[in-house]
């Protein structure tokens, strides 16, 4: 079983920037895709960015530019810098592992406010 636990979350103003984190167990870490996602109230869940285990990301078009996603194979995290942050980023962003087997998982959640 793995187990994700996501930090770096907090409230912060527009165009401020805020790194989030997202720790895993286990030893599957290195050939998984890792994900963020997030979801705000009322609103359907939404990827906002993909890496590979290979290093290759993909980013939704409403954080192109402003988000970066990477990863430290040596400590089993992967990272979300956030600048530019807009008070429409406000959400739980919640990380996702999916394996070699096509098992996922997922962290409990963090939340990020920006206020305008």
């Known amino acids: 079983q793995v187990q994700l636990v996501e930090s770096g979350g907090g409230l912060v103003q527009a165009g401020g920037s805020l790194r989030l984190s997202c720790a895993a167990s286990?030893?599957?870490?290195?050939?998984?895709?890792m994900r963020w996602f997030r979801q705000a109230p009322g609103k359907q869940r939404e990827l906002v960015a993909t890496?590979?285990?290979?290093?290759?990301?993909s980013y939704a078009d409403s954080v192109k530019g402003r988000f970066t996603i990477s990863r430290d194979n040596a400590k089993n995290t992967v990272y979300l810098q956030m600048n530019s942050l807009k008070p429409e980023d406000t959400a739980v962003y919640s990380c996702?592992?999916?394996?070699?087997?096509?098992?996922?998982?997922w962290g409990q959640g963090t939340q990020v406010t920006v206020s305008s």
């Open positions: 996702n592992l999916i394996s070699l087997t096509a098992r996922s998982f």
């Open positions: 286990g030893n599957i870490f290195s050939g998984s895709t």
């Open positions: 890496i590979s285990s290979h290093g290759a990301t």
